[in-house]
């Protein structure tokens, strides 16, 4: 649970930019007092407010990196209903908590301490090991901060850490719950098993009609037709809007002219660079180069790695620096160049691959210039619509109307359930975000105006409800073939669970797994290779590994299949105990065990610091604020 907060403490940076969501589920029945108090404040933990702009903010940030990190848009819709909205202000509550136990327990940090923290931060050192001035630059404006509120943030954050640390730091495992643990993991056990052929190794009698209504009075709840809603759909993408988009060859060309670079591929080098720490060290090293040292053992002489060395195959804008830039794309394949004192560093280059650039014409990439400018012109004539259809909406005019007026696209469905089948099982809306259209239209109802809901890839949806149609119990003559099928199906799981218990039976009385295998319509008896409680050995479901490892050696017993249409039969012929665990496994253990107790402290001590400071969240302000109020 708070697992990221644990991560988010050795990675500055990287906390800020991702936004570690700390405490997902911690706060909320915890102490909580919903109350109204005023607009501004979504929460409060003991004096401390958490104000709506904060928290709209914090929502944003997270929701653009989830959608840099799935390289597709989400909709906000879309991140509620994940619980986004709720994980935010559960993070936002927990760190305002821990901020104040740390003004509490008078712990400040001096400017002189801030700026030795960045200097050291990983993420702001250049190519030589060192602060980098241009690097810190650049992920602040990536973040849309200033310097100022950058620092501000920092020492917050370090704040937090100084207190979070000290429950991390004092974490310590045994070596008995290090033993136990890899005795648990390491564990291997060898099984024979058969399974069952359900459709040959039992006769299922044909049910009567007595037992047909009596599976039918059993399972009511499987025959009952799901609740459908009418509904009046208007829709606006940008997608169906870019067709309509008229572009002429003018204004293709100039986009080209204009943007050229961007569907061109630049000449990219693999470039290797050694950092040194003075210009007498690298003259030194390239001497050993002429004289016939490799490349990677002078690397080594001067403290750095295979990885430390090759930059990857890069563009010249890659390389922040200029003029080791200039001089890395003027080299030869293979040529190591003279010394270069850079802006960070002091370095040698080798380019060891050389990709040439490939230029792109307009004929090659007419259609893609074409289609760029009429989806810019489409999002462009988007909102606009936007406002027209709203007007019309507020005049009170029906969806219907309102797209014809303004030749749109209108969808009128008849029936659509919950998860976009009508009542024959086809396709309801035929719309790429028919699931979220669906869902805000089955918490709405007749005659209630709806917010319209933002379509992922671009665009928007209006949608009426103009009735519902609740779910029903289907009469027994409409639905008797199924309810037969149901009645064949529960029958034929009985016999085999009651053959599979015989079998065990006999097993345990000595019978061997050939004879039993012969009965049960196995095609053989298979024998697993030795596997540990975390791996699935072909034929066994995991309900069948977890009971083998319940077992003693020679002990028989059954688990259902993986589908479960049938049941396995299965003898522990072997145990092998764990070896004593070696010094990585020991570490991996350790670290298991570390990060668990960690979760479980920083989750009892938020909890305890919002029962002592008291959390208080405005459902009305936090309602509104996150549009849960429009729903």
């Given at each position: 649970?708070?697992?990221?907060?644990?991560r988010g403490s050795t990675g500055w940076v990287a906390k800020i930019l991702f936004a570690l969501l700390v405490v997902s589920f911690a706060i909320w029945g915890v102490a909580d007092v919903f109350t109204g108090y005023g607009?501004?404040?979504?929460?409060t933990v003991g004096n401390q407010e958490i104000r709506a702009e904060d928290y709209q903010r914090a929502f944003q940030n997270e929701l653009n990196i989830i959608k840099r990190q799935s390289g597709r848009?989400?909709?906000?819709?879309?991140?509620?209903?994940?619980g986004l909205d709720n994980r935010v202000l559960a993070q936002l509550i927990a760190w305002a908590a821990v901020e104040q136990h740390a003004s509490e327990l008078g712990l400040a940090l001096?400017?002189?301490a801030i700026v030795d923290a960045l200097k050291n931060d990983a993420a702001f050192q250049g190519p030589d090991g060192k602060f980098s001035r241009l690097a810190f630059e650049n992920i602040i404006n990536q973040m849309g901060m200033s310097e100022r509120g950058f620092i501000a943030l920092r020492r917050r954050d370090e704040l937090r850490s100084q207190v979070t640390s000290a429950l991390i730091d004092s974490v310590a495992v045994s070596d008995a719950e290090i033993d136990l643990i890899n005795s648990w993991q390491q564990e291997k056990r060898v099984a024979e098993h058969f399974t069952i052929d359900a459709d040959t190794a039992v006769t299922v009698p044909e049910p009567d009609e007595a037992k047909l209504k009596e599976t039918y009075e059993q399972n009511k709840s499987q025959f009952t037709s799901p609740e459908y809603r009418k509904l009046a759909i208007l829709a606006v993408s940008v997608d169906g809007l870019k067709n309509k988009m008229e572009v002429s060859e003018d204004e293709i060309k100039q986009s080209?002219?204009?943007?050229?670079?961007?569907?061109?591929?630049?000449?990219?080098?693999?470039?290797?660079?050694?950092?040194f720490k003075d210009k007498a060290a690298a003259e030194a090293a390239k001497k050993e180069l002429a004289s016939g040292k490799s490349f990677g053992d002078v690397a080594k002489e001067a403290g750095a790695q295979d990885a430390d060395i090759d930059l990857g195959l890069i563009a010249k804008s890659d390389l922040i620096d200029p003029k080791i830039a200039d001089v890395a794309f003027s080299l030869k394949k293979d040529e190591v160049s003279d010394v270069v004192e850079g802006r960070f560093a002091t370095v040698l280059l080798r380019v060891t691959d050389i990709r040439e650039p490939v230029n792109r014409t307009l004929?090659?990439?007419?259609?893609?210039?074409?289609?760029?400018?009429?989806?810019?012109?489409?999002?462009?004539?988007?909102?606009?619509?936007?406002?027209?259809?709203?007007?019309?909406?507020?005049?009170?005019?029906?969806?219907?109307?309102?797209?014809?007026?303004?030749?749109?696209?209108?969808?009128?469905?008849?029936?659509?359930?919950?998860?976009n089948k009508t009542p024959d099982d086809k396709l309801a809306i035929a719309l790429p975000d028919a699931s979220a259209i669906l869902q805000a239209a089955f918490q709405s109802g007749v005659g209630l105006e709806n917010e319209p809901v933002e379509l992922r890839e671009g665009g928007y949806a209006w949608f009426d409800v103009l009735g519902v149609t609740e779910k029903k119990q289907k009469p027994f003559e409409a639905v008797k073939e199924e309810v037969k099928k149901l009645a064949i199906?529960?029958?034929?799981?009985?016999?085999?669970?009651?053959?599979?218990?015989?079998?065990?039976?006999?097993?345990?009385?000595?019978?061997?797994?050939?004879?039993?295998?012969?009965?049960?319509?196995?095609a053989k008896v298979d024998t697993t290779p030795p596997f540990n409680?975390?791996?699935?050995?072909?034929?066994?479901?995991?309900?069948?590994?977890?009971?083998?490892?319940?077992?003693?050696?020679?002990?028989?017993?059954?688990?259902?299949?993986?589908?479960?249409?049938?049941?396995?039969?299965?003898?522990?012929?072997?145990?092998?105990?764990?070896?004593?665990?070696?010094?990585d496994v020991r570490a991996d253990i350790v670290k298991q065990l570390k990060d668990a107790i960690t979760d479980e402290l920083l989750s009892q001590y938020v909890i305890a610091l919002q029962d002592k400071l008291g959390t208080k969240i405005n459902e009305t302000e936090y309602r509104r604020v996150t549009g849960a109020e429009t729903q």
């Open positions: 649970m708070l697992d990221a907060l644990r607009r501004g404040s979504v929460a848009n989400i909709s906000t819709e879309e991140a509620r209903a994940a001096s400017d002189a080209y002219e204009d943007t050229k670079n961007t569907y061109n591929t630049p000449e990219k080098r693999r470039v290797q660079q050694i950092a004929d090659d990439v007419k259609d893609q210039v074409r289609d760029k400018l009429a989806r810019e012109k489409a999002s462009t004539q988007l909102q606009s619509l936007l406002d027209q259809v709203e007007e019309n909406r507020n005049l009170g005019k029906p969806l219907k109307e309102i797209a014809e007026e303004m030749k749109l696209e209108y969808l009128d469905i008849p029936a659509a359930d919950r998860f199906t529960n029958e034929r799981a009985r016999l085999v669970s009651e053959l599979a218990d015989k079998l065990v039976e006999r097993a345990k009385k000595g019978e061997s797994m050939e004879t039993l295998a012969k009965e049960a319509k196995a409680r975390t791996t699935e050995p072909h034929g066994m479901s995991k309900a069948a590994i977890a009971k083998v490892f319940s077992l003693d050696k020679g002990e028989v017993s059954s688990a259902p299949t993986t589908n479960n249409k049938s049941r396995t039969i299965f003898k522990v012929t072997e145990i092998t105990p764990a070896p004593a665990p070696s010094k």
